[in-house]
């Protein structure tokens, strides 16, 4: 049993379109993350719920839009793509918030916009 | 600001030990994690420090000096499975995970 899935695992599109991402955590955590990881390797936080609240929101493009419509599931969606949002996406989800929750991680989701 | 430095890469020879370095800043801590990454794959935990010293488990032990904002990742008797990414992410005061770029870690036989 896949504790943190996603799909796609390969997303090729054309700049401009829209297109969204899914993630479902069996694991019954209730806090949930969308991390993007670039060419350069760095992991860089984007959105966290916890119980279908957001919690985090860093400084991304408001095209990005994160939802969640069960504790379960956080997916993403991205308007008008551009070459620059090509990357790794992962999504990861932790029992809570508390300091010593582990995140588990998904398997990724490669972006590629032409 | 935050900040995770980390060497680019290392190599090391299979059934040798290899260190690998971490320091960090941020704004507040709450402890350090070391996860490992194979290529095309997600990250997988290892281990969290939040109080100093040496914390073993197994191949692989970690080290945590709060003073001097700084980690490592010891890991023995290297096998050829063990050539992956090696991150390291310090949280802050925010609970929030500030992540390094990652050691590429080579093994030779």
């Known amino acids: 049993d896949t504790a943190v899935s996603q799909t796609p695992k390969y997303l090729v599109t054309q700049m401009g379109n829209d297109k969204s991402i899914k993630c479902e955590q069996n694991?019954?955590?209730?806090?949930m993350y969308w991390y993007k990881q670039d060419s350069k390797k760095f992991l860089k936080i984007m959105f966290s719920y916890n119980n279908k609240e957001l919690i985090i929101n860093e400084t991304v493009p408001n095209r990005f839009s994160p939802k969640s419509p069960d504790k379960a599931h956080l997916n993403l969606h991205i308007n008008s793509l551009e070459l620059g949002d090509s990357a790794v996406y992962f999504c990861a989800s932790s029992p809570g918030l508390a300091h010593t929750d582990t995140q588990y991680f998904g398997p990724g989701t490669r972006l590629t916009v032409l | 600001g935050q900040n995770i430095d980390q060497p680019t890469e290392m190599t090391a020879t299979e059934g040798a030990i290899v260190q690998i370095n971490c320091t960090y800043q941020?704004?507040?801590?709450?402890?350090l994690f070391w996860y490992q990454q194979h290529a095309g794959e997600a990250p997988t935990f290892l281990s969290y420090n939040v109080l100093d010293g040496l914390e073993e488990k197994g191949r692989f032990s970690s080290f945590l000096s709060r003073s001097k904002g700084y980690s490592y990742l010891l890991l023995k008797e290297l096998q050829m499975k063990d050539s992956a990414s090696y991150l390291c992410a310090a949280m802050d005061s925010n609970y929030q995970l500030i992540w390094g770029a990652g050691t590429k870690l080579i093994i030779k036989p």
């Open positions: 694991l019954g955590h209730d806090t």
């Open positions: 941020t704004s507040g801590f709450n402890g």
